[in-house]
């Protein structure tokens, strides 16, 4: 669908709320009955890649249907079925794939008035006695602004709602840092065992624990566990990766990491991100054995089991950090910070004090919800979309253990992770420390989110595996990469793959069209 059917599509989900509102109360009515705007309304909507999530939406749908009179089927889909969405009113899908719908025209642009407060009015009362204004709520100043203003963003145009959220964290063994023997013999080698600000004191604290009984079992520990081996699933090296290098080369005055905005030249050989796959292949050393090939489970397999006293992992696994019945003491960080930034224009760093310290959403930033440009009934896919993600809906849904994400509402990231409950030993003020931070960094990349986002991340996580193994220097590897991401922005067409860069990073002007 092109740009003026976008446009229609979006008129059309105006009207509908607006007419949801009519129908919900008038102002100065008196409530008769039930209102049901949407009575006969049948929505289908299409949850892609993860049959879990969709269940945990099925569940949710019945208040909905209640309210408002409609129907709704959730229809679980692989991502080889994300091309055919015919039929569909609503998508559901990981931010990583907004590129490529809004490159086949599948979404609306969203109004305003989805997310606006209801205005202030003298007859509040009586439209809360006949079910409220679209929009009252939703609360939708309590997503944080990375959520409201980024990740559902295209363009600085809103084509999805935020559904969940994701961040990298650091978890520590507090055992590990909190021994008397263990702090001497660190202050005596001039080590701290703070919770590290930039990366060097990372690798510095996990050379330290390595190879020393830092739990007193009478055996030798590993310092940290990473996931650098290849990762189908999670990609959690490569994330990894751009977060640290997101430190080092996404300088406070620049809007473009990966590639050059206008060219697309990959940037993955500048100094930056050669010095980080370097630092991360230098930690190999401190890790378990064979963490060279570890893959997301491994590295918390290890950790799980007290063989490592560090862990980088997505904030929502935090149920895989320990075995059942074990209360080891946990604590969670963000992740740190570089005393330099990378200047591409002048090819020099220039000084970060205080660290620069840009958080980093992988996967596209987490999970969304988007009206179909071809739905019949864009005003109740809308509607149903803002249920979604309303207070009480998002709150069933955080602690529901089939969604794979965590919330991107502050009350909600407050309460800590959903697990805590069964994690008796994790810092719940950690977890939301860590994730609040994160958020409200004072700079958010959000993770590729052009079309090919996840094949581009694929051929990076084969030179962080590359490079890990020692199968290659890592400026090979990466230069390797840099090879494979041209190959793919020419077979996807480069001026098209320019436009939706500019697009994703929401700081460019461009056509409102990809160029064909």
Same mark, same amino acid.
């Given at each position: 669908?092109?740009?003026?059917?976008?446009?229609?599509?979006?008129?059309?989900?105006?009207?509908?709320?607006?007419?949801?509102?009519?129908?919900?109360?008038?102002?100065?009515?008196?409530?008769?009955?039930?209102v $049901?705007?949407?009575?006969?309304?049948?929505?289908?909507?299409?949850?892609?890649?993860?049959?879990?999530?969709?269940?945990?939406?099925?569940?949710?749908?019945?208040?909905w249907?209640?309210?408002?009179?409609?129907?709704?089927?959730?229809?679980?889909?692989?991502?080889?079925?994300?091309?055919?969405?015919?039929?569909?009113?609503?998508?559901?899908?990981?931010?990583?794939?907004?590129?490529?719908?809004?490159?086949?025209?599948?979404?609306?642009?969203?109004p305003?008035?989805?997310?606006?407060?209801?205005?202030p009015?003298?007859?509040?009362?009586?439209?809360?006695?006949?079910?409220?204004?679209?929009?009252?709520? #939703?609360?939708?100043?309590?997503?944080?602004?990375?959520?409201?203003?980024?990740v559902?963003?295209?363009?600085?145009?809103?084509?999805?709602?935020?559904?969940?959220?994701?961040?990298?964290? #650091?978890?520590?063994?507090?055992?590990?840092?909190?021994? $008397?023997?263990?702090?001497?013999?660190?202050?005596?080698?001039?080590? =701290?065992?703070?919770?590290?600000? +930039?990366?060097?004191?990372?690798?510095?604290?996990?050379?330290?624990?390595?190879?020393?009984?830092?739990d007193?079992?009478?055996q030798?520990?590993?310092?940290?566990? #990473?996931?650098?081996?290849?990762?189908?699933?999670?990609?959690?090296?490569? $994330?990894?990766?751009?977060?640290?290098?997101?430190?080092?080369?996404?300088?406070?005055?620049d809007?473009?990491?990966?590639?050059?905005?206008? =060219?697309?030249?990959?940037?993955?050989?500048?100094?930056?991100?050669?010095?980080?796959?370097?630092?991360?292949?230098?930690?190999?050393?401190?890790?378990?054995?064979?963490?060279?090939?570890?893959?997301?489970?491994?590295?918390? =397999?290890?950790f799980?089991?007290?063989?490592?006293?560090?862990?980088?992992?997505?904030?929502?696994?935090?149920? +895989?950090?320990?075995?059942?019945?074990?209360?080891?003491?946990?604590?969670?960080?963000?992740?740190?910070? =570089?005393?330099?930034?990378? $200047?591409? #224009?002048?090819?020099?760093?220039?000084?970060?004090?205080?660290?620069?310290?840009?958080?980093?959403?992988?996967?596209?930033?987490?999970?969304?919800?988007?009206?179909?440009?071809?739905?019949?009934?864009?005003?109740?896919?809308?509607?149903?979309?803002?249920?979604?993600?309303?207070?009480e809906?998002?709150?069933?849904?955080?602690?529901?253990?089939?969604?794979?994400?965590?919330?991107?509402?502050?009350?909600?990231?407050?309460?800590?992770?959903?697990?805590?409950?069964?994690?008796?030993?994790?810092?719940?003020?950690d977890?939301?420390?860590?994730?609040?931070? +994160?958020?409200?960094?004072?700079?958010?990349?959000?993770?590729l989110?052009?079309?090919?986002?996840?094949?581009?991340?694929?051929?990076?996580a084969?030179?962080?595996?590359?490079?890990?193994?020692?199968?290659?220097?890592?400026?090979?590897?990466?230069?390797?990469?840099?090879?494979?991401?041209?190959?793919? +922005?020419?077979?996807?067409?480069?001026?098209?793959?320019?436009?939706?860069?500019?697009?994703?990073?929401?700081?460019?002007?461009?056509?409102?069209?990809p160029?064909?």
């Amino acid at each position: 669908m092109g740009r003026q059917g976008d446009r229609a599509a979006a008129v059309a989900l105006a009207v509908g709320l607006i007419a949801a509102a009519s129908g919900c109360g008038q102002r100065g009515s008196t409530a008769t009955g039930p209102v $049901e705007p949407y009575r006969g309304v049948a929505l289908r909507v299409a949850v892609l890649g993860d049959p879990g999530l969709a269940e945990a939406i099925d569940d949710r749908r019945g208040e909905w249907e209640r309210s408002r009179g409609g129907s709704v089927s959730i229809d679980a889909r692989t991502e080889a079925e994300a091309d055919d969405l015919d039929g569909v009113d609503l998508v559901v899908f990981p931010g990583d794939r907004l590129g490529a719908l809004i490159d086949r025209g599948a979404l609306a642009p969203l109004p305003d008035s989805l997310v606006a407060p209801p205005e202030p009015d003298d007859d509040r009362d009586a439209d809360a006695d006949a079910g409220g204004l679209p929009g009252e709520e #939703l609360a939708y100043d309590q997503v944080a602004e990375p959520y409201r203003e980024q990740v559902s963003k295209y363009g600085g145009e809103r084509v999805a709602l935020p559904l969940g959220g994701a961040a990298l964290v #650091l978890v520590y063994r507090a055992s590990a840092l909190e021994g $008397e023997a263990i702090r001497a013999e660190a202050e005596a080698g001039g080590v =701290s065992l703070d919770v590290p600000e +930039t990366w060097e004191q990372l690798d510095a604290l996990a050379r330290f624990l390595d190879g020393k009984d830092w739990d007193g079992d009478g055996q030798a520990e590993s310092g940290i566990a #990473l996931a650098l081996g290849g990762d189908e699933v999670d990609r959690l090296g490569a $994330e990894t990766f751009l977060a640290r290098a997101s430190a080092l080369g996404l300088h406070r005055d620049d809007f473009s990491f990966l590639f050059d905005p206008d =060219s697309m030249a990959p940037r993955l050989t500048s100094p930056p991100f050669v010095e980080s796959l370097e630092a991360l292949v230098s930690l190999v050393d401190s890790g378990p054995e064979g963490m060279a090939g570890f893959d997301a489970e491994a590295a918390r =397999s290890a950790f799980r089991s007290g063989e490592a006293a560090l862990l980088i992992d997505r904030a929502d696994r935090a149920s +895989t950090w320990l075995e059942p019945d074990d209360e080891a003491e946990l604590g969670v960080a963000r992740l740190p910070g =570089s005393p330099k930034m990378f $200047e591409t #224009l002048r090819n020099a760093y220039d000084e970060a004090d205080p660290p620069n310290r840009p958080g980093y959403l992988p996967g596209g930033g987490g999970w969304l919800v988007g009206v179909s440009a071809s739905s019949a009934a864009p005003g109740a896919a809308g509607d149903f979309a803002r249920y979604l993600i309303e207070p009480e809906t998002a709150s069933r849904l955080r602690i529901d253990p089939r969604v794979p994400t965590i919330p991107v509402r502050t009350p909600l990231i407050g309460q800590g992770p959903a697990q805590a409950r069964d994690l008796p030993g994790l810092s719940s003020r950690d977890w939301s420390d860590a994730v609040s931070k +994160t958020f409200l960094a004072d700079r958010v990349l959000v993770g590729l989110r052009i079309p090919g986002a996840r094949e581009y991340l694929a051929d990076l996580a084969r030179a962080v595996a590359s490079a890990s193994s020692g199968e290659e220097a890592p400026g090979d590897a990466l230069e390797a990469a840099a090879g494979a991401w041209d190959a793919r +922005t020419d077979g996807l067409g480069r001026d098209r793959q320019a436009w939706h860069y500019q697009r994703s990073l929401n700081a460019f002007s461009t056509a409102d069209t990809p160029p064909r």
